[in-house]
């Protein structure tokens, strides 16, 4: 008896060893290193993601580093007058009229950009780039969903303790 109380404990503090999380760099920290990227080495990157997940030939990974390198040199120049704004204090919400105009550039952008790859890619890989296109977006909007109700969760949490 005493021996099987003993290999089991054995096999159970293996098992929360081998269990124990590896730690990983903070969302943040892998944010600040992305951003730190140039334009050309991001779209170089995200190129060969796409060159992974499409199988492109040599013209085609041409052509989409073309897309990806405009794509980045737009949103390092978002990003720097944002920074600017920030750091000037002139940061405010943006009015109706501006978030409307703002939200027709950006889809606007995305209908040109899907029209360029369906002329690039074939039908088996532009329905792989569409699918992956989803699974961002839905990420994205889960991700928001949880930080919200996160939050909210926080909220409550506070109002409990006082």
Not at 36 to 61: H, V, Y
Not at 118 to 126: G, S, V
């Amino acid at each position: 008896m005493k021996k099987a109380l003993l290999i089991l404990i054995a096999l159970i503090s293996i098992e929360a060893i081998a269990q124990q999380r590896m730690e990983r760099p903070d969302r943040k920290e892998m944010a600040q290193n992305m951003s730190a990227l140039t334009p050309e080495e991001s779209a170089e990157l995200q190129t060969k993601r796409m060159t992974l997940r499409l199988d492109l030939n040599q013209s085609q990974q041409q052509e989409i580093y073309k897309i990806n390198l405009e794509n980045a040199n737009k949103r390092k120049d978002m990003m720097t007058a944002r920074k600017a704004k920030r750091a000037s204090g002139d940061m405010e919400r943006p009015s109706k009229e501006e978030l409307l105009k703002m939200t027709n550039e950006r889809l606007d952008h995305q209908i040109a950009t899907k029209a360029k790859m369906k002329l690039l890619l074939d039908a088996e890989q532009y329905t792989k780039w569409e699918k992956g296109q989803s699974e961002m977006t839905n990420g994205f909007k889960k991700g928001m969903k949880n930080k919200k109700r996160f939050s909210q969760d926080r909220t409550s949490l506070n109002k409990k303790r006082f």
